[in-house]
C-alpha cells in the first residue's frame, strides 16, 4: 500500500518559505485534509502543472468515502469530470478497503510526473500565519505534529474547516435563526414544533426522562431539558456517528467488545424505548432499527435509521447511532477536545451494539433483534491500523464559510440558473437531529423525551433538494477577506441549506473545481495569486473540457393537479397530501382519497372522516379533535387542539406562509 511521505521524513530540514517562514514542506497548491476532495483537488491541479502539498491529519485517503460509507448517496444528476472517474468504476455499494484502493491508485497514477506530495499524520492543524488584512493571504499553517506547509493557494479539503477557522477568514457554527434568511426551517424548535413535526422522533409515551420520580438527573444520552426559543440561532451542529463496517462472515468477524465501563444502566434510555416497543407488539431487528446498505463480501454499511427505517409494524425507532449531545464540542474543539468527542462516540456505538447483540433480557424479550445483531462483528480484513474500528467520524457539518454569497433555503427549492457556476449539487433536505431534550408536553401532562433539529423533506412534504448550480462565489472568501483561499466543503451555505451539499460526490467535485480555479490564479500574478482574479468563463470552459457538469436543465413545472384530501391515521389532526401524488396501497372505503406516498403520514382514516365534498369540506362522523399544524397560519386558531363534534365540518386550506405543499385545518 503507497503511503506517501511520513511526517518523520521531514524532520530532517527545513527550507525558507516567503516572509521568512522556516518551512517543512511547500507546494504551489496547498490542500488540507484527506478527503475525497484532497483527492480530486490534488489530481486536478497537478494536472495543470502546479506543485502540490497535500497534507492528510490521520494514515488514509479519502475521509469518509474509505472510511464507512458504503455506498454513494445521490450523484446520478451531478456526477462527472474525476467524481465520475472515482465511482463508476466502485459501483452504488463498496468495501471500505476497495474505495481507499480505489483512491491511492488514482492519485499514484496522476503522480507519475513527481507534482503531488502527500504528508499523512500530520495531526490537526494548529494555527496558521498570514500577512496583510483586507485581504490577507495565507502564508504557512502547522499541524500538531509540528509540521509546517507553505504555499501560493490554499484549499480547505477539511471536513472541520480548520484552515477556514484558524487563518480568521469570516465563518460561521451552528443553526441560523428562521429571520436572517427567511428560512421556514431554520432555528431551534419550539414546543409545538417539537410535539408535532418531530413526532416520529419522540420516543415512547412511557419512555421517562428522569432516573427517578425527583425529576432531577436525566437519564445518559438526553442532553438538557427543552429550554429552545421559537426559531433562534445557536451553536449547535447535525448529530455524528461512525457509519459501521460490519460482516455475519464468521471468519472475518471480530467481535464488538463491550466498552471500558459498559453497564445496561448507561444504556437505560434505549432499554426503555425497546420495552415500549415489545410491550406495542413490535418485533425489532437489525433492519428496522438502523439504515442497513447491504455491501460485497457479506458485509454493510449501518448507518443511523430513525429517518428513514420503518419496522414492519409501522412505527419509527428514534434511538440510533447517531449521538445528538456529543457532538458540540467538535467544530470549534482543539486537538484534545475531538479525541474526546471520537471517544465518546465510539464507545456509546460499542456499547449500543454490544448490547443488542448480547444482552439476556433482550434475548428473552426481543430474540430477532439479537440475533440479528449478534450475528455481526467488525471486519477483521478492514481497518487494521486501527483495531477494525474506521478512524473517520462522520461529521456532517462543522463550521461554514461565510462569503459574498450564501446558500439559502430559498436557493435549494428553486432550480435557478447560475452565470458563475463551478458544479451541480443535489439531495433533499437531510438534517440530522441536534439535540435530544427532555421536553414537558403541557398537553398530555406528561414528560417527553424528543430528537430535536431534525428537518426531513420527505417529512416536511416539500420537493426542496433541486439540482443547485452552485456559484463560484459560495467557495471563495469576501473578497476583503482571505486572498488565496478555496473551500470547497464548508463552503458559504445556512444549515439549512448544507444539508442538502454535505455529500462525498459534491466534495469530489468542488474539490476539482477548487483546483483549477486554484492554478488559474497563478496566470494573472504568479507571486502573489489571488482567487478573486480568476476568469470565470475561462474555468468554466476548463471544468467543461474536463467532464465536469455545470448547468442542469431548469422546464417549466408541471400544472398543479388538485389536491388531495385526508385525516392521518394517528387520528390527531388532519393533513394534506402531495398535489398529483399516486395513491398508496389504501385500505380505507373507495369514497376516501388516500394521501399520496411521499407524506410521511400515509393513510387515511376513513372511519373518522367523510370524503370531501365538492367545496373541499370534511365533515367528522364521530367526537374527534384536531390538533394545530406544525406550520402555523392565521387561519387556525390559538390553541393546541380543537375539539370537533359528530356533524362539524373542517376545511383543508393550502398554506402558502410556509413550506407551502402542506394543507392546513380549520372550522369552517
Known amino acids: 500500500m503507497w503511503l506517501g511521505l511520513a511526517v518523520q521524513a521531514l524532520m530532517q530540514g527545513a527550507v525558507l518559505g516567503a516572509q521568512g517562514v522556516d518551512c517543512d514542506a511547500r507546494g504551489d497548491v496547498v490542500i488540507w ?29 479519502g475521509g469518509m468515502t474509505s472510511g464507512g460509507l458504503g455506498g454513494r448517496d445521490g450523484g446520478d444528476a451531478i456526477l462527472g469530470g474525476l467524481a465520475a472517474t472515482l465511482w463508476q468504476p466502485l459501483g452504488k455499494n ?30 490537526w492543524l494548529v494555527s496558521v500565519e498570514s500577512t496583510g488584512a483586507a485581504p490577507r493571504r495565507i502564508v504557512a499553517a502547522t499541524t500538531q505534529n509540528g509540521v509546517t506547509g507553505c504555499g501560493s493557494v490554499w484549499i480547505d479539503c477539511s471536513y472541520e474547516g480548520d484552515l477556514v477557522r484558524l487563518s480568521g477568514t469570516a465563518h460561521r457554527v451552528g443553526r441560523e435563526a428562521m429571520s436572517e434568511f427567511n428560512e421556514s426551517m431554520a432555528g431551534q424548535d419550539w414546543p409545538p414544533f417539537v410535539e408535532s413535526f418531530e413526532k416520529p422522533d419522540a420516543m415512547a409515551a412511557s419512555v421517562h426522562p428522569f432516573t427517578d420520580n425527583t425529576n432531577t438527573t436525566l437519564h445518559p444520552g438526553i442532553l438538557e431539558v427543552y429550554n429552545g426559543a421559537h426559531g433562534a ?98 467544530p470549534l474543539g482543539d486537538a ?22 448480547t444482552d ?50 430559498d436557493d435549494i427549492c428553486v432550480a435557478t440558473p447560475n452565470p458563475t457556476t463551478v458544479g451541480l449539487s443535489e439531495w433533499a433536505v437531510d438534517i440530522h437531529i441536534v439535540k435530544r431534550v427532555a421536553f414537558y408536553n403541557t398537553t398530555s401532562d406528561r414528560w417527553a423525551v424528543v430528537n430535536s433539529g431534525g428537518r426531513d423533506s420527505g417529512r416536511a412534504g416539500h420537493t426542496c433538494g433541486v439540482v443547485l448550480e452552485v456559484p463560484y462565489e459560495a467557495i471563495v472568501p469576501q473578497r476583503s477577506d482571505t486572498a488565496n483561499l478555496l473551500v470547497p466543503v464548508c463552503a458559504s451555505f445556512t444549515h439549512v441549506a448544507f444539508s442538502t451539499f454535505r455529500l ?112 373541499g369540506a370534511i365533515t367528522a362522523k364521530s367526537d374527534t379533535f384536531l390538533k394545530k399544524s406544525v406550520l402555523e397560519s392565521a387561519d387556525l386558531p390559538a390553541v393546541d387542539k380543537l375539539e370537533v363534534t359528530a356533524g362539524s365540518t373542517c376545511r383543508l386550506v393550502p398554506n402558502t406562509a410556509r413550506l407551502g405543499t402542506y394543507a392546513l385545518c380549520k372550522t369552517s
Open 233 to 330: 440561532a445557536d451553536d449547535w451542529v447535525m448529530s455524528m456517528c461512525f457509519r459501521m463496517c460490519l460482516t455475519n462472515n464468521a471468519s472475518n468477524a471480530v467481535p464488538i467488545a463491550p466498552p471500558l465501563g459498559y453497564s445496561v444502566e448507561k444504556l437505560s434510555l434505549l432499554r426503555q424505548e425497546i420495552l415500549a416497543a415489545t410491550a406495542r407488539g413490535f418485533e425489532l431487528t437489525l433492519d428496522s432499527m438502523f439504515l442497513v446498505r447491504y455491501l460485497p463480501n457479506s458485509k454493510i454499511d449501518l448507518n443511523s435509521g430513525s429517518w428513514t427505517t420503518q419496522n414492519h409494524s409501522g412505527g419509527y425507532f428514534p434511538f440510533s447511532t447517531d449521538l445528538p449531545f456529543a457532538q458540540h464540542d467538535w
Open 94 to 123: 463498496f468495501e471500505p478497503h476497495a474505495a481507499e484502493d480505489r483512491i491511492v491508485s488514482m492519485v499514484m497514477q496522476a503522480n507519475a510526473s513527481g507534482r503531488i506530495r502527500v504528508l499523512r499524520n500530520t495531526g
Open 504 to 615: 462525498e460526490p459534491q466534495y469530489a467535485i468542488f474539490g476539482q473545481s477548487a483546483a483549477v480555479a486554484a492554478a488559474l490564479a497563478f496566470r494573472d500574478d504568479a507571486e502573489t495569486p489571488t482567487v478573486h482574479a480568476v476568469n470565470i468563463t475561462e474555468l468554466q470552459a476548463l471544468l467543461v473540457a474536463q467532464g465536469q457538469l455545470l448547468h442542469s436543465a431548469h422546464p417549466p413545472p408541471p400544472p398543479s393537479p388538485p389536491m388531495r384530501w385526508g385525516c392521518s391515521q394517528d387520528v390527531d389532526r388532519c393533513v394534506g397530501g402531495i398535489p398529483g401524488a399516486a395513491a398508496p396501497n389504501a385500505t380505507c372505503a373507495d369514497s376516501c382519497q388516500p394521501l399520496g406516498p411521499d407524506e410521511w403520514l400515509a393513510q387515511m382514516c376513513c372511519d373518522i372522516w367523510s370524503a370531501p365534498d365538492p367545496s
Open 33 to 61: 485534509g484527506g478527503t475525497v476532495c484532497g483527492v480530486t483537488a490534488s489530481i486536478a491541479a497537478a494536472a495543470q502543472n502546479r506543485s502540490v502539498l497535500w497534507m492528510v491529519n490521520g494514515t488514509r485517503l
Open 336 to 357: 484534545a477536545a475531538r479525541a474526546r468527542v471520537f471517544a465518546e462516540h465510539k464507545w456509546w456505538t460499542a456499547a449500543m451494539l454490544h448490547y443488542l447483540g
Open 360 to 409: 439476556p433480557e433482550l434475548r428473552r424479550i426481543q430474540p430477532g433483534l439479537v440475533a440479528s445483531v449478534g450475528a455481526y462483528g467488525l471486519c477483521g480484513d478492514e481497518y487494521m491500523e486501527s483495531a477494525h474500528w474506521s478512524p473517520q467520524l462522520y461529521v456532517r457539518e462543522s463550521v461554514r464559510l461565510v462569503a459574498d454569497r450564501v446558500i439559502s433555503q
